[in-house]
């Protein structure tokens, strides 16, 4: 089956832009977690949903990050006025969420480069 | 609060040989722990997981780890490395008290390997 897929992969914004990264999670699972990936850097996480309740938005670095996922599958993560700071590739996780497998699988990711 | 150390950002093996990459966790209690690659351009791949039970874990491409209570560590082994090995190579830890949460990654290490 398909895995987790990530859209665009890649971004080009000017400062000051808003951009929509969108993340398509493994059919049927239930928790999907965002992580920041700055260059040289591990993943860092950002914010987790178990279906459609953000559970955990701790990890977003400012008010203009914004996630949702209002149907419980499709995820979208949202940078509004992009700064420089925000460069950075943002990878998408998805798993079952239950006793048998809380294993992440992870996307290619989205590379954002603000210019 | 859960952190992982990978102490070595960059190390370079020959083929054919051996190679271990370090990881160190702290958390306060039983951890969840993983290993995953990343290739050029890829997303991540988990290679290992260790959740309970037996120390010395077997994870996919021949690579095996060994979690070490009194030590806090959880190293990555393959008895012989192969080109294709060359990677990025992240530690991670996860609650197990809360299995379906976020996951710390360490820095990472970048191994390169020598014909």
């Known amino acids: 089956g398909a895995g987790v897929s990530q859209s665009p992969r890649y971004k080009v914004a000017k400062r000051g832009q808003d951009v929509a990264l969108r993340c398509d999670p493994i059919s049927g699972h239930v928790s999907l977690f965002w992580y920041q990936q700055a260059l040289g850097q591990g993943p860092e996480f950002l914010t987790y949903?178990?279906?459609?309740?953000?559970?955990?938005k701790s990890g977003l670095p400012s008010d203009r990050f914004f996630a949702e996922r209002p149907e419980g599958s499709v995820s979208t993560l949202k940078i509004q006025r992009t700064q420089q700071e925000d460069s950075a590739v943002y990878l998408c996780?998805?798993?079952?969420?239950?006793?048998?497998?809380?294993?992440?699988?992870f996307g290619p990711g989205t590379r954002l480069t603000v210019t | 609060a859960q952190s992982v150390t990978q102490p070595d950002i960059h190390i370079t093996v020959s083929e054919g040989a051996s190679l271990e990459l370090r990881c160190n966790y702290s958390y306060g209690a039983t951890p969840y722990l993983f290993w995953y690659v990343q290739s050029p351009g890829q997303g991540l791949q988990l290679l290992l997981k260790?959740?309970?039970?037996?120390?010395l874990v077997q994870g996919i491409k021949g690579f095996e780890a060994e979690f070490k209570r009194s030590q806090s560590s959880f190293n990555l082994r393959k008895p012989s490395v192969h080109w294709s090995d060359a990677a990025e190579y992240f530690c991670a830890v996860g609650a197990a008290v809360n299995r379906d949460d976020k996951i710390i990654f360490g820095k990472g290490t970048r191994l390169h390997i020598l014909p």
């Open positions: 996780a998805s798993s079952w969420g239950q006793e048998s497998s809380y294993e992440q699988y």
């Open positions: 260790y959740f309970s039970g037996d120390t």
């Open positions: 949903f178990q279906n459609e309740a953000q559970l955990d």
